[in-house]
């Protein structure tokens, strides 16, 4: 889509000149500029006369501007222009404004007015600051001393405290949305941190709960920058403080290594990685940057992907930083909540319950495998036809009754065998009887014949046949 500059009347498809005054079409983005640039040398809301421009954002332009009734020099953001079309975001800004003119605390930029211009641009007006950006910071210096950094990320999280305690969340923390400002009033007195930008952020079209575009969601935009964006940041999930305690983590990450933990330069793999994959650690690629274990240990809890495993507020990630043993860091303490150890502590828990359940697992399989062996190394049995089923035994048959015994009459000599009769059978008779069980003996026995072996020979000689 191409703009008239003059009439302002946008143009579809290939378009390149207006149809009213033959004036050169511009692209949305030269428009916007060239509409920033119109109002250097104007009076804003009649009481800000622009002086020039600072700077230009995703949500707007920041303009040098003095504020006439003073005499003084602020700063002048004017948001995007089709901001204030929509009645919806134009409620939700001045309900924003109001809420940030009550933050009060020092490292946090002061809003000293807001409103609407008669031609729908929204403005806030804030302090005007010295300095440089952290961003411009680590672009010259890249990872900066540990001291440094802990002084900065304390400043931030001062800011969050406050800010958090109103119920108001940044949503697009980012190096370019931290100021270094100097004072001049102490010129030796260190360098002041300074939030800027907070809950403008929030401001955007279609409410807070809208879900996000990972197609348009580029550095600087209002849905936020998707190399500091939450995990539920990055999936459209509601948010609350944790998830500025993430871009926190990834700031004071870069601050110590000079690189972002996933620095791919499309947006829908960083968020993908900012969802599912673990971050590097800071001992890993600053090794020689004398980092506590401690220290490195706090990084990681602040970027945890479920909120519930980081910091639980801004109060808690100052006093972890507190109780760090390192150059920076308040003395007195030598561990803290996240110190002491190179894992957040619910992660060494969840990994030593994880450890334990995997080695009863391997022993429940070796155990179960051990029978499995011996049955795998036992001959099988031949196959052949299923035997019959068992019958069923019988049920035993009562016992009978105990029965008198019954007398026998002696037996009669006249009608006894001779051999029973006399005390000692005749000769013939005995020979008789010795030979029948010599030869029911030796009939009984049966040759065992082997399978391969021929069959064994007849006897030498049969067996004498005798007469009775």
């Given at each position: 889509m191409r703009i008239c500059p003059a009439c302002q009347i946008s143009y579809d498809g290939s378009v390149t000149r207006c149809a009213h005054d033959n004036r050169r079409l511009l692209t949305v983005a030269a428009f916007e500029r060239s509409m920033d640039d119109a109002l250097i040398g104007t009076v804003l809301a009649e009481r800000y006369d622009i002086l020039d421009r600072l700077g230009v954002g995703g949500m707007g332009t920041v303009y040098r501007?003095?504020?006439?009734?003073?005499?003084?020099?602020?700063?002048?953001?004017?948001?995007?222009?089709?901001?204030?079309?929509?009645?919806?975001?134009?409620?939700?800004?001045?309900?924003?404004?109001?809420?940030?003119?009550?933050?009060?605390?020092?490292?946090?930029?002061?809003v000293l007015d807001f409103g609407q211009t008669p031609d729908g641009l929204l403005f806030l007006v804030m302090e005007l600051l010295e300095g440089e950006m952290l961003s411009t910071r680590l672009r010259r210096d890249g990872a900066l001393p540990v001291s440094e950094a802990l002084r900065?990320?304390?400043?931030?999280?001062?800011?969050?405290?406050?800010?958090?305690?109103?119920?108001?969340v940044h949503r697009d923390l980012k190096p370019d949305n931290i100021f270094l400002a100097r004072v001049e009033a102490h010129a030796d007195a260190e360098e002041l941190v300074k939030v800027v930008d907070f809950g403008v952020a929030k401001i955007r079209p279609g409410g807070v709960d809208a879900p996000i575009d990972p197609l348009s969601t580029q550095e600087g935009t209002v849905f936020g920058t998707p190399r500091y964006m939450s995990p539920e940041q990055a999936q459209g999930r509601p948010l609350d403080g944790r998830s500025d305690l993430y871009a926190v983590g990834v700031m004071l990450f870069q601050m110590l290594t000079g690189v972002v933990p996933?620095?791919?330069?499309?947006?829908?793999?960083?968020?993908?990685?900012?969802?599912?994959?673990?971050?590097?650690?800071?001992?890993?690629?600053?090794?020689?940057?004398?980092?506590?274990?401690?220290?490195?240990?706090?990084?990681?809890?602040?970027?945890?992907?479920?909120?519930?495993?980081?910091?639980?507020?801004?109060?808690?990630?100052?006093?972890?930083?507190?109780?760090?043993?390192?150059?920076?860091?308040?003395?007195?303490?030598?561990?803290?909540?996240?110190?002491?150890?190179?894992?957040?502590?619910?992660?060494?828990?969840?990994?030593?319950?994880?450890?334990?359940?995997?080695?009863?697992?391997?022993?429940?399989?070796?155990?179960?495998?051990?029978?499995?062996?011996?049955?795998?190394?036992?001959?099988?049995?031949?196959?052949?036809?299923?035997?019959?089923?068992?019958?069923?035994?019988?049920?035993?048959?009562?016992?009978?009754?105990a029965v008198a015994p019954v007398a026998l009459p002696p037996p009669d000599p006249a009608s006894a065998p001779a051999a029973y009769v006399d005390d000692a059978p005749s000769p013939a008779v005995a020979t008789r009887a010795r030979?029948?069980?010599?030869?029911?003996?030796?009939?009984?026995?049966?040759?065992?014949?082997?399978?391969?072996?021929?069959?064994?020979?007849?006897p030498h000689a049969p067996y004498p046949r005798w007469s009775d």
């Open positions: 501007a003095e504020q006439r009734a003073l005499g003084r020099d602020v700063a002048v953001k004017v948001l995007r222009r089709e901001l204030g079309r929509d009645p919806d975001t134009v409620a939700r800004f001045h309900r924003e404004a109001q809420a940030l003119s009550n933050l009060r605390h020092p490292n946090t930029v002061a900065i990320a304390t400043g931030i999280l001062r800011s969050l405290a406050e800010a958090h305690r109103a119920g108001i996933f620095g791919e330069d499309d947006a829908v793999v960083v968020m993908a990685h900012h969802i599912m994959t673990p971050p590097p650690r800071v001992l890993d690629l600053n090794p020689a940057g004398n980092i506590h274990p401690s220290l490195d240990a706090l990084v990681a809890a602040s970027l945890q992907k479920r909120p519930g495993d980081r910091p639980a507020s801004a109060e808690e990630f100052l006093r972890a930083i507190e109780a760090l043993p390192v150059e920076g860091a308040r003395a007195g303490l030598t561990s803290g909540p996240f110190g002491g150890s190179a894992r957040h502590p619910r992660v060494t828990a969840t990994r030593t319950a994880t450890l334990l359940a995997l080695l009863l697992g391997l022993g429940i399989a070796l155990f179960t495998a051990l029978p499995m062996r011996r049955r795998a190394l036992a001959p099988l049995a031949p196959a052949g036809p299923a035997a019959p089923p068992r019958p069923t035994p019988a049920p035993p048959a009562p016992v009978p009754e030979r029948r069980r010599s030869h029911r003996r030796s009939t009984s026995r049966t040759p065992v014949v082997s399978v391969t072996s021929p069959p064994p020979a007849p």
